[in-house]
């Protein structure tokens, strides 16, 4: 039975540079030599790619290595689980995780690491007024443990990032670039980030996230309109934000579809025009003309609408043949109708000439639609059909509806004032909240399906708001992941007082953590009430960052027996049970949402973790009578649960009586197959 302890690899976060020196091994073993790396010989095996100049294109700061550092450094924290603070724990899939979100990210590792289908994350803008995350490369946990007041800070303390500093810039590209790193190997293939920002930093963002992501990956930089929310610079008044978009792989990515048509020309999202073809497009681009065949496929039932010209001025009588042009407006798939005061006659023959802006493509897809003889066509895997209704309008149609332009200006999708006056309506003090309406639309663009959707920026906790919301809308599951630091709350900050007095009210600590979780369990209780025939996840588990469980070797060296005698029980003694179950969940990669079970087996309690995957007995004392009753009922637990894959069996170490009764115990559990027996 082997013993684990803080020096392990399986109690810290993943070890990154050994698993990248191990991938490189794997492509380059000529490339090692005594278990290092020749740089010279990994040159010439990759030729011509490896850029030797003294001076390169990139984005460089003082630090850069550091931060650098700080991305593979593992963490020796551990995530504790708050069942009190939590809504629906036995049945949540959603997580809000109170903590050093850089901590948080190498801990999710194991657990998620390419599971992740969306992030959107509202980072500090560098305004000059906003906290930055002081990390220590050294130590990082006891650094957010002082920066959070749980130790003793030795004088340090939260400032902002002021523009006057000397490091500005660098402080907040220090504080970015090792999270981008970390975010990035949490995404799937095919997932994507969005990232709300401004003028302050959208020029480094956006060649900081060129370097993490690939170049190759930028898929788009939006502006946001804020509207309401203006900024004073110079003589400019300023009412926009960006959101910057890359993916994980751009080969791999496909935006959403947007199937409520409701919200449409609401959101002003949608192409669609009102002016006339001449004199959008000039007198030398007049309306495309196309001839349709006599018996072209028309429908009486597709819609609804007025007559707007009788069936006779769409054809020809002589010759079988109409004249007509097509557009796509904000009505969604609908041609403009043509009208009689519209049609004229040209070579003895009767043409419509309507306004034609949805883009020549359209013209082009319909002249395939009728080579096709009037067969559907396919478009990237859609099928495309085109109907003429008797009432005079033109009618296209794919087998599902996709939208059909995402505009990089975004406009109508809510304001800041309104989602903080939404919220003070709930009772919640918050500056700047982003609002859902823009939120939900990226979770459209961005998440079509099922799956998981990562904010580790959380702030007020919009985005698991806008999450839910868009679930209740089009019934598809997804799961919420935020992480959010407890940034202590001013009382000497005026715009910091309400917020102070609300968590006094609550009595909870003065955080902006406090204020995240109370808005998401305010927010699920209204949705219900508002959506009862929603049935979706609404709850969520909390947990808080903390130190290891697991006791790590620091000698007193003034009282050397008395470290001695301190060491003898490995685990913490203000740890409970469930502490020291989800650790193991983190550290053997198991999803911190996983069903436990529990069950009493030689008067011990067992547990249960993904249905067999992990079995876990955590109690302080095994004598050697216990051994083989509880060895026999835990093999046959673990045969009626017929777990998947190997199952890993762990124990307290200081439980046993001695090594006899460890010896046995593991004997008999690897007798019936069960070989991996570890303790604690």
Not at 419 to 430: A, K, T, V
Request: proline share 5%; glycine share 6%.
């Amino acid at each position: 039975m082997k013993k684990l302890t803080a020096a392990d690899p399986e109690t810290k976060s993943p070890d990154l540079v050994a698993e990248n020196v191990e991938r490189l091994r794997e492509l380059f073993p000529e490339a090692f030599t005594e278990g290092k790396v020749n740089f010279d010989v990994l040159k010439q095996l990759l030729g011509g790619v490896v850029d030797e100049r003294e001076e390169k294109y990139g984005l460089n700061w003082h630090g850069k290595r550091r931060a650098r550092q700080l991305a593979l450094t593992p963490s020796t924290g551990t995530l504790r689980p708050c069942p009190e603070e939590s809504v629906d724990w036995d049945t949540t899939r959603n997580l809000m995780i109170e903590g050093d979100n850089l901590e948080v990210l190498k801990l999710l590792q194991k657990s998620y690491a390419g599971e992740v289908n969306l992030i959107y994350i509202d980072p500090p803008y560098n305004t000059g007024k906003d906290f930055i995350y002081p990390d220590d490369y050294r130590d990082n946990i006891a650094n957010y443990l002082m920066l959070t007041g749980q130790i003793d800070s030795d004088g340090r303390i939260i400032s902002s990032n002021t523009e006057t500093s000397g490091r500005y810039h660098t402080d907040w590209l220090k504080m970015m670039y090792p999270r981008l790193k970390l975010a990035r190997t949490l995404l799937r293939d095919n997932g994507l980030i969005f990232i709300s920002i401004d003028d302050h930093e959208a020029d480094s963002l956006r060649k900081l996230c060129s370097e993490v992501f690939g170049e190759e990956n930028f898929v788009a930089q939006f502006v946001w309109n804020t509207e309401g929310h203006t900024d004073n610079q110079f003589d400019v008044k300023v009412n926009h934000e960006y959101v910057l978009l890359f993916a994980r792989n751009a080969d791999a990515a496909q935006l959403g579809h947007v199937i409520d048509p409701n919200t449409r020309q609401e959101s002003n999202l949608w192409k669609g025009f009102a002016e006339n073809s001449i004199t959008k497009n000039g007198p030398g681009n007049p309306p495309s003309e196309v001839l349709l065949p006599v018996g072209f496929p028309c429908s009486t039932n597709e819609l609804d609408l007025p007559a707007s010209a009788p069936p006779e001025t769409f054809f020809d009588e002589a010759s079988g043949h109409g004249y007509i042009t097509r557009e796509l407006t904000e009505e969604y798939n609908i041609s403009y109708p043509i009208r009689r005061d519209r049609m004229r006659v040209s070579d003895g023959r009767l043409k419509a000439t309507c306004r034609v802006f949805s883009g020549w493509a359209n013209v082009i897809k319909l002249r395939a639609f009728i080579a096709n003889h009037c067969e559907p066509i396919d478009d990237g895997g859609d099928k495309v059909s085109f109907y003429v209704s008797e009432k005079g309008v033109i009618y296209y149609r794919r087998d599902r509806e996709r939208a059909r332009n995402i505009l990089s200006v975004l406009r109508n999708v809510g304001t800041t004032e309104r989602m903080r006056s939404e919220l003070e309506e709930l009772g919640i003090p918050f500056q700047y909240p982003k609002p859902k309406e823009l939120l939900r639309y990226l979770v459209q663009v961005g998440s079509e399906g099922p799956g998981i959707i990562l904010d580790f920026f959380a702030g007020s906790g919009t985005l698991a708001h806008s999450v839910w919301l868009q679930c209740a809308a089009d019934n598809i599951s997804r799961r919420v992941i935020l992480v959010q630091f407890p940034e202590p709350l001013d009382p000497k900050e005026e715009k910091h007082r309400p917020a102070v007095q609300f968590c006094d009210k609550l009595q909870r600590p003065r955080t902006i953590a406090e204020l995240t979780k109370e808005r998401l369990r305010l927010t699920g209780k209204k949705l219900q009430k508002e959506s009862p025939l929603f049935k979706g996840d609404v709850g969520f588990r909390v947990f808080k960052l903390a130190s290891s469980n697991i006791q790590a070797w620091e000698p007193n060296r003034d009282d050397l027996g008395k470290t001695l005698a301190e060491s003898v029980e490995h685990l913490k003694t203000d740890r409970t049970e469930q502490d020291i179950l989800f650790e193991l969940l983190l550290k053997l990669g198991l999803d911190l949402a996983v069903t436990i079970e529990q069950k009493t087996i030689a008067s011990k309690t067992v547990h249960s973790i993904g249905a067999g995957t992990l079995l876990v007995c955590l109690a302080t004392q095994v004598a050697r009578a216990d051994v083989e009753s509880l060895a026999l009922g835990i093999v046959e637990w673990h045969k009626a649960l017929a777990a998947a894959g190997e199952t890993t069996v762990v124990f307290r170490d200081s439980a046993f009586a001695d090594d006899v009764a460890k010896t046995n115990l593991t004997a008999i559990l690897q007798q019936h197959g069960l070989e991996n027996v570890r303790s604690l």
